[in-house]
């Protein structure tokens, strides 16, 4: 399995966010967005439906009554993948958890706040630990995604 980590430190994690799952979207594959925030999984389900004009993100929140199971894109604090995603991303220092059937899992922190950065360096050396491709991206000057590792 991949484990790509985003090191934000001037985007926003749902601005982030927002264009990853569009390319999953576009690559064919399902996505489980998981964090054990409740109140930025009720704004992420706002700001996916209306973050661009000619943008189409349909998802859903575990708990609302729709069938998980056919939803291109999940909102979940659970760790169960109920819509078979293929690609997970780790909101909030989220836990990685089961990660049968995820071909790309994402763990986007802010840079900004110490306790995620400290969370996030002790996740990728567990990582590491497990074997898994690693990557770490962080944003340029420019915005532009760069790859470090």
Not at 17 to 23: G, M, N, Q, T, V
Not at 30 to 49: G, I, K, Q, T
Not at 117 to 131: H, M, P, S, T, V
Request: with cysteine; hydrophobic share 40%; net charge negative.
């Amino acid at each position: 399995m991949q484990y790509w980590f985003y090191h934000l430190e001037n985007a926003s994690i749902e601005a982030t966010l927002a264009p990853l799952l569009e390319k999953c979207q576009s690559a064919g594959w399902r996505a489980l967005v998981r964090s054990p925030n409740r109140e930025r999984l009720a704004f992420l389900d706002d700001y996916l439906w209306s973050y661009r004009q000619n943008s189409w993100l349909p998802h859903a929140r575990t708990g609302e009554g729709v069938d998980e199971a056919r939803q291109p894109i999940l909102l979940t604090q659970g760790m169960v993948n109920h819509n078979q995603a293929q690609a997970l991303f780790l909101l909030d220092a989220a836990e990685l958890g089961d990660t049968s059937g995820i071909e790309r899992a994402f763990l986007v922190f802010d840079g900004n706040d110490e306790a995620m950065l400290k969370a996030a360096r002790a996740e990728w050396k567990r990582g590491q630990g497990l074997d898994y491709e690693m990557a770490y991206w962080q944003q340029s000057d420019k915005g532009k995604w760069e790859k470090k590792v």
